[in-house]
C-alpha cells in the first residue's frame, strides 16, 4: 500500500507549481496538459483532474473502494478490438484469478490480496502501484514526464531553467501537445548552425536519463530514427485507445 498522502500533499502542490511556472514562460496555457491521457495513466476521472490541479482536497475513501473503482475504470476504458469490454473470464485468465473473483472485485465486495492486484496490474499493463495510489499520488506520478518535457522545451528555447529543474525531471511517456512543442524547438535550433554548439552544451548538462529521453528525437528530426508509430493494445498490455 502507498503511504498516506502527507508530504505527497505538497510533492503534487510543487510539481503542480512548477510545471506553471514552465507554461507560462513558454507562453502557453494548461490547455497543453493533455487531461484525458492523466486520467487514462491514473484512473482518475477526467472532470476530477483540474480540481487536483487546483489543489481542492477530496474525501478520503477506503483502499477498497479506490481499488474497486480503478478495476472498473480498466475494464471500461481498455476495450477490446471492436470496441467491446473484456469479459470476467478474459480478466480472470489474464490475471491469474477465477472469474468469481473478479466479479467480487469489480461489486467491491472482496478486498484484493497481494497476488491479486499483481496480476491485475500485470495483465493490463499499468504501473506497480495504479490501484494503490491516492488520487494525489498518482496524479503526482502522472504528472513527472510532462515536467520534464516542459523542461527540455524551455532549455532548448533558452528560457534559463535551472539545474534543479532539470534535475527534478524523470523520464515517462509523452504528452501529444507538449512533444510536438519539443520537437518544433529541437528542429528549431538544429536549424541555426550558430546555435547547435550551444545546443550541444546544453545537452551536455542534462541529466543522463534527460539525455536518452531527448536523443531519440533529435534522432528521429535528423532522419536518422524513424518515429515509433506503434501504439500500446488493449487486453493484457492495454494502451490508449
Do not use: C
Not at 488520487?135 to 506520478?141: C, D, V
Not at 523520464?171 to 548552425?193: F, H, T
Amino acid at each position: 500500500m502507498d503511504a498516506p498522502d502527507g508530504p505527497q500533499l505538497d510533492a503534487l502542490a510543487a510539481a503542480v507549481a512548477s510545471i506553471d511556472q514552465l507554461i507560462q514562460s513558454l507562453d502557453m496555457d494548461r490547455s497543453v496538459i493533455d487531461l484525458e491521457r492523466l486520467s487514462y495513466e491514473t484512473g482518475i476521472p477526467v472532470e476530477r483532474i483540474p480540481a487536483l490541479l487546483d489543489g481542492v482536497v477530496s474525501e478520503p475513501e477506503t483502499p477498497q473502494e479506490t481499488f474497486r473503482k480503478r478495476l472498473v475504470f480498466l475494464r471500461d476504458s481498455r476495450l477490446k478490438p471492436g470496441g467491446k469490454r473484456l469479459t470476467l473470464d478474459e480478466i480472470g485468465e489474464g490475471a491469474g484469478i477465477s472469474h468469481g473473483q473478479v466479479a467480487y472485485l469489480l461489486k467491491g465486495q472482496r478486498s484484493p490480496g497481494v497476488g491479486a492486484v499483481s496480476g491485475l496490474e500485470t495483465f493490463f499493463g499499468v504501473v506497480p502501484g495504479f490501484f494503490t495510489a491516492t488520487e494525489r499520488q498518482a496524479l503526482h506520478r502522472a504528472l513527472q514526464p510532462i515536467h520534464e518535457q516542459l523542461t527540455h522545451v524551455a532549455l532548448l528555447r533558452g528560457t534559463g531553467i535551472s539545474a534543479l529543474a532539470m534535475r527534478s525531471s524523470s523520464v515517462g511517456s509523452d504528452n501529444d501537445r507538449i512533444g510536438r512543442e519539443l520537437r518544433a524547438a529541437v528542429a528549431e535550433a538544429l536549424q541555426q548552425p550558430e546555435e547547435v554548439r550551444e545546443l550541444t552544451h546544453q545537452m551536455r548538462a542534462l541529466p543522463p536519463k534527460s539525455r536518452t529521453r531527448i536523443f531519440p528525437v533529435i534522432r528521429q528530426i535528423l532522419g536518422l530514427e524513424r518515429p515509433d508509430s506503434s501504439q500500446p493494445t488493449d487486453g493484457s498490455s492495454a494502451g490508449r485507445p
